[in-house]
Nanobody, 116 residues
Framework: QVQLVESGGGLVQPGGSLRLSCAASKRIIGIVVMAWYRQAPGKQRELVARITSGGGTTYADSVKGRFTISRDNAENTVYLQMNSLKPEDTAVYYC??????????WGQGTQVTVSS
């Protein structure tokens, strides 16, 4: 079993920044793929960013150039730096471990609200 705990969400004005954190309960961040998803009200959950064990990253087109996924192996934590936030970025953001010993894991989610 792996627990993923997100933090860092909140209310921010358009154009502002937030950094989300996802701490894993096992020392695995450096050896697995990790991802961030988001789900806005009335919409399906969508992939925001992914980072591989080799450090390769992919992003949804809607966040390219504004969001950055990174990890700190020593802290066993994955981050999502979000800049130039827009109202359409408002959603619950989830940390995801797609596969570890055959199981998928999700964090509890953290709310991000972009509003003036």
């Amino acid at each position: 079993q792996v627990q993923l705990v997100e933090s860092g969400g909140g209310l921010v004005q358009p154009g502002g920044s937030l950094r989300l954190s996802c701490a894993a309960s096992k020392r695995i961040i450096g050896i697995v793929v990790m991802a961030w998803y988001r789900q806005a009200p009335g919409k399906q959950r969508e992939l925001v960013a992914r980072i591989t064990s080799g450090g390769g990253t992919t992003y949804a087109d809607s966040v390219k150039g504004r969001f950055t996924i990174s990890r700190d192996n020593a802290e066993n934590t994955v981050y999502l730096q979000m800049n130039s936030l827009k109202p359409e970025d408002t959603a619950v953001y989830y940390c995801n471990l797609p596969s570890f010993w055959g199981s998928e894991y999700w964090g509890q989610g953290t709310q991000v609200t972009v509003s003036s």
